[in-house]
């Protein structure tokens, strides 16, 4: 069973910066390998729907929403089995609850996989 940890949430000043870790494992028999996924980080504030921030693919290619481009860098290092989200210039409106996901199913037009997700909160 493939399970996703995220790491590196908490509590940050508005302008300051987090950097957002999500380690993977459990990939043997699941069909799937870390570099072969479509990775992904959704986060969900309170009251809100959650959205898509960011997503890599397996070429490394990058997407972003528009709110956070150019504060926000997602990236992977395969060896490690690890996915990071780079957060700079965190606003207010940053705060949430942020989700790894893992292996987008074309087909299902979603992720497989998700994490249990790590909490960010910035403050003015």
């Known amino acids: 069973q493939v399970q996703l940890v995220e790491s590196g949430g908490g509590s940050v000043q508005a302008g300051g910066s987090l950097k957002l870790s999500c380690a993977a494992s459990?990939?043997?028999?699941?069909?799937?390998?870390?570099?072969?996924?479509?990775m992904g980080w959704y986060r969900q504030a309170a009251g809100k729907e959650r959205e898509l921030v960011s997503r890599?693919?397996?070429?490394?290619?990058?997407t972003y929403v528009d709110s956070v481009k150019g504060r926000f860098t997602i990236s992977r290092d395969n060896a490690k089995n690890t996915l990071y989200l780079q957060m700079n210039s965190l606003k207010t409106e940053d705060t949430a609850v942020y989700y790894c996901?893992?292996?987008?199913?074309?087909?299902?037009?979603?992720?497989?996989?998700r994490g249990q997700g790590t909490q960010v909160t910035v403050s003015s």
């Open positions: 459990g990939y043997r028999g699941s069909g799937y390998t870390f570099s072969g996924c479509r």
């Open positions: 890599i693919s397996t070429d490394g290619t990058t």
């Open positions: 996901a893992a292996c987008y199913s074309t087909s299902r037009r979603e992720y497989r996989y």
